[in-house]
């Protein structure tokens, strides 16, 4: 199952970036956790063609220092658990290392890949996160990976959604809600529906977002992230770095009574884009997350009141 006693609802909250420490600080009255991804608060570094993270001291402090005021969610950006050569197992030390200072509630990661090997068995970084094909080989390369993070954290274990940008995902045997399904059949893992990453799919690729969410599994979303990017000649691109826009708004107020287990609702910003948005706009933003949290929460149960099917 999923941790089910594990889960709790959260509220609203934001990713954290050190960047952010002081406007979470002097927002805390509208800021209910924070959703840290420890990879931003190391350096990554190759030795012997092998990659490792080292923390800095000064990044996690600023970050220790707010447990004690909020609860804190992991999301994870180094794993790379679509690899067909195999995850970073660097990323997990890091994890466990962070997991001995930090209670964090459950963690997540994104579903797709950025580690290839050559055929010298060199490893080289993609620069950006590469979607996984919805195909069987995938699935059976996916599942046991996750199955096994369920396993190797007392805590519950979420996968995200994201964008893919190539043609061709047409000719897959599933399209990108089955094969969220199948995961979701497969393994004791939780949904973080990505409801930006998902309405940029639909727009580049000409489907009815709604549509394609009514056929998700809504009762495994356990984490929903709200962000806004930009429009590059008609192509939507994730980058989070704008504001919501209306579209997924709608898609969240539409989502929001039928997704039962839902427990955190996370409003996402890269560090570069704050002085483009300013403070005062993303402080907006949450609130508009959290009046339509109030609206819809009452709505739902509490996760841990009846069981989400593994």
Known sequence: MLHMD??????????????FHSLIQHNLDAIDYIEASPDLLCEEVIINNYRQFRYNSTKLNMLLSLQEQMPI??????????????????????????????????????????????????ETHAGLLLPMIFTEEALDLLCPRINALCERYPVPFLIENTTYYLPGYSRFRWDEVEFLNKILSHTECGLL??????????????????????????????????????????FMLDV???????????????????????????????????????EKNVVQEIAH???????????????????VAA
């Open 6 to 19: 594990k889960l709790k609802k959260l509220g609203v909250g934001i990713n954290y970036q050190p960047e």
């Open 193 to 234: 529906l990505d409801i930006y990453n998902f309405y940029c799919n639909a727009v580049n690729f000409g489907f009815d977002p709604i549509e394609a969410l009514e056929k998700l599994q809504l009762d495994r979303v356990v984490e929903i992230h709200v962000a806004g990017g930009i429009n590059h000649n008609g």
């Open 73 to 122: 969610v992991v999301h994870g950006l180094g794993l790379s658990i679509g690899s067909a050569s195999g995850w970073n197992e660097h990323y997990l030390a890091m994890l466990d290392q962070f997991r001995a200072r930090v209670s964090f509630i459950w963690h997540s990661e994104h579903l797709g890949f950025t580690l290839i090997k050559d055929n010298n068995n060199k």
């Open 240 to 278: 989070h770095s704008n504001k919501v826009p209306d579209e997924v708004w709608t898609l969240l107020e539409w989502i929001l009574p039928r997704t039962p287990n839902l427990c955190a609702i996370t409003y996402e910003i890269l560090e570069q884009a704050l002085p483009l948005i300013g």
């Open 289 to 307: 997350c959290r009046h339509l949290w109030d609206k819809y929460s009452c709505a739902t149960q509490c996760i841990g009141t009846h069981d």
